[in-house]
């Protein structure tokens, strides 16, 4: 098995991306954590600036937790699925399981420009 991040053939680089687009799109859609992430705390316009940005982080944390049981709980699968299309079998081959497959993904998400081009995928998706 290899990663996404070790394709070094640019058309088959491209065709696999594709398929992550693809599973990104449908993830967002499916999963709907855009719009988790666009909730923010009601103000009553009389807090200080350091007690509005409490209730920011506050509520960027539950959201984040909110993000992670809709993904975790809710629809499992469709994190899954995106997960496991970072991955590029061998014949025979299957996809890695429980926290191998946490591993894998990880491993793709801690690449900068694979996180950059995932953040603007959300904001195209964003935009629509």
Do not use: H, W
Not at 26 to 48: A, H, N, Y
Not at 64 to 90: G, H, N, T, V, Y
Not at 106 to 118: A, G, I, P, R, S
């Amino acid at each position: 098995m290899k990663l996404i991040t070790d394709i070094n053939d640019d058309v088959e680089f491209l065709r696999q991306l594709y398929m992550v687009v693809d599973k990104v799109k449908s993830c967002i859609s499916e999963t709907g954590i855009m719009d988790i992430r666009k909730r923010v705390p009601q103000f009553t316009g009389e807090e200080t600036e350091e007690e509005q940005l409490k209730k920011l982080n506050e509520q960027a944390k539950k959201n984040i937790m909110d993000m992670a049981k809709r993904l975790m709980i809710e629809k499992p699968q469709a994190a899954i699925s995106l997960f496991q299309s970072l991955c590029i079998l061998e014949e025979n081959e299957e996809y890695p399981k429980g926290f191998a497959l946490l591993a894998v993904a990880l491993k793709c998400l801690e690449n900068k420009e694979v996180m950059d081009f995932f953040m603007s995928l959300m904001s195209l998706e964003n935009a629509n």
